[in-house]
């Protein structure tokens, strides 16, 4: 069974800065691809950033392109991203979310099997 549980949310003012951090309990983690979601009160789920099985391929929507940086540690199982240049538009729950093969299209949640719970982004102008 594959578990994941998010950490580092939080609250911050504009142009500051978070790290998420996402452990997936798995023995293949290595095997995961890896995905980062977010969903504000009233908006859709929104694919923010995915990453391949090496971390060699990253994908980003493009309203964080520059700013926020996905990664990951195999060895380690853990995911994460990077925010900096926090705006209040980021401002969501945010999802760390895996899938064992390759997905069709990087940043479509349906692709997605294995969910965490969440962790939250609260950025204040």
């Known amino acids: 069974q594959v578990q994941l549980v998010e950490s580092g949310g939080g609250s911050v003012q504009a142009g500051g800065s978070l790290r998420l951090s996402c452990v997936v309990t798995?023995?293949?983690?290595?095997?995961?691809?890896m995905a980062w979601f977010r969903q504000a009160p009233g908006k859709e789920r929104e694919g923010v950033a995915a990453?391949?099985?090496?971390?060699?391929?990253?994908y980003y929507t493009d309203s964080v392109k520059g700013r926020f940086t996905i990664s990951r540690d195999n060895a380690k199982k853990m995911l994460y991203l990077q925010m900096n240049s926090l705006i209040p538009e980021d401002t969501a729950l945010y999802y760390c979310?895996?899938?064992?093969?390759?997905?069709?299209?990087?940043?479509?949640?349906?692709?997605?099997?294995?969910w965490g719970q969440g962790t939250q982004v609260t950025v204040s102008s």
């Open positions: 979310a895996a899938r064992a093969d390759a997905p069709g299209s990087y940043l479509q949640g349906e692709q997605y099997n294995y």
């Open positions: 990453i391949s099985l090496s971390g060699v391929h990253r």
């Open positions: 798995s023995y293949t983690y290595s095997n995961f691809y």
